[in-house]
Structure formats: structure tokens, C-alpha cells
């Protein structure tokens, strides 16, 4: 972190993926709320859609047209089994993919879950200047993926350097 830039919130928006989780039971996506707004960010919206790619890919589209929607982080749908469809339903969506979060992640998560990492399909990108982020639905997924890489890059203090310097509207301040 630099101390001579102030901590600039972004703006979040949070999709839980799963044909099983209703408010009143989901851990992961309440993770991913929780953990932005301890690190001062705004979370504008969160919601829950079943495991189908044209739901997933209605909201997101939803939200990357909205200028005020800076970020969207989803946690579900990432598997290999049934109806794990997150990549699929994100990545036509993207105009650019960041390779190094999937690998990154997979690599954190070998430390805890060993081989297995290789199920996980984590992915990243922007898409009109919106980040996307697509975690495993585990909230121990979700507590590394945020704590070990999503809150620095979505810190302009963090260098040498950040996501967040690279979003528009946060720029053209």
C-alpha cells in the first residue's frame, strides 16, 4: 500500500450461483459482502440465480451496462460436475481475460485443497470497463480468492500496481 493516496470505494456487485442457496443459507456470497464492505467498498447489489448460463449471463450483462457497477464477483457454478456453468455463461461476456487470476487462485488453493485445485475453474476479465471475478462457491474459496488477491487489486494504494487505477471512471477523477 502507498500512504500518499487515499482509499478510493469502489462500487460491487455480488452473484451467487446455486440451484440450493437461499438468503437464509448462503455463507459464501454473505463472505464476499461482508469482506468488501470491511475494506470500505460499496456492495450495490447481491443476488442468487440457479446454476443456468442464461440467467447467470442475463444479470451480468445487467450489471456491466450499468456505469455505476465497477465490479461484479461471483461465487458458484465453477465446477466440473452437473451444472457448473459459471465460465460458460461469463467468458463471451468478457473483452478480456486476466489468465493470471485463475492461475494464481489454483495455486493458492493447492496449499489447502492439493490436487483437487484442478476442478476449479476461477476465472477473470473486464467487460466494458466492469472487472469480473468467478470464484468456487466455498467460502473457503471465497476467503482466498478475496483475501489473497481480490482486495489489494481493487485497492489503488496497492503498487507497484492495481486493477483498480485501470477502471475509467475511477480515473477520470
Not at 496449499?111 to 470497463?129: E, F, H, P, Y
Not at 467460502?139 to 485501470?166: F, M, V, Y
Request: hydrophobic share 40%; aromatic share 6%.
Amino acid at each position: 500500500m502507498t500512504p500518499d493516496r487515499e482509499f478510493i470505494p469502489l462500487n460491487i456487485a455480488i452473484l451467487v450461483v446455486s440451484d440450493s442457496r437461499t438468503e437464509a443459507d448462503d455463507v459464501s456470497g454473505k463472505t464476499l459482502v461482508d469482506r468488501a464492505i470491511d475494506a470500505g467498498h460499496h456492495v450495490l447489489e447481491k443476488k442468487i440465480v440457479p446454476d443456468d448460463i442464461y440467467q447467470i449471463r442475463a444479470v451480468v450483462s445487467q450489471w456491466i451496462a450499468q456505469a455505476e457497477v465497477q465490479v461484479v464477483i461471483s461465487t458458484g457454478g465453477t465446477g466440473v460436475t452437473g451444472r457448473d456453468g459459471t465460465p460458460e455463461a461469463i467468458a463471451p461476456l468478457l473483452d478480456k481475460v486476466l489468465d493470471g487470476f485463475g492461475e494464481t487462485f489454483r495455486m493458492l488453493s493447492y496449499q489447502d485443497i492439493k490436487t483437487s485445485t484442478i476442478q476449479s475453474r476461477a476465472l477473470a476479465g473486464v467487460a466494458n470497463a466492469t472487472y469480473l471475478f468467478c470464484l468456487p462457491g466455498s467460502s473457503s474459496a471465497c476467503r482466498t480468492g478475496w483475501d489473497s488477491l481480490i482486495k489489494e487489486q481493487l485497492d489503488h494504494r496497492t503498487r507497484p500496481c492495481n486493477l483498480a487505477q485501470l477502471i475509467p471512471r475511477l480515473t477520470e477523477r
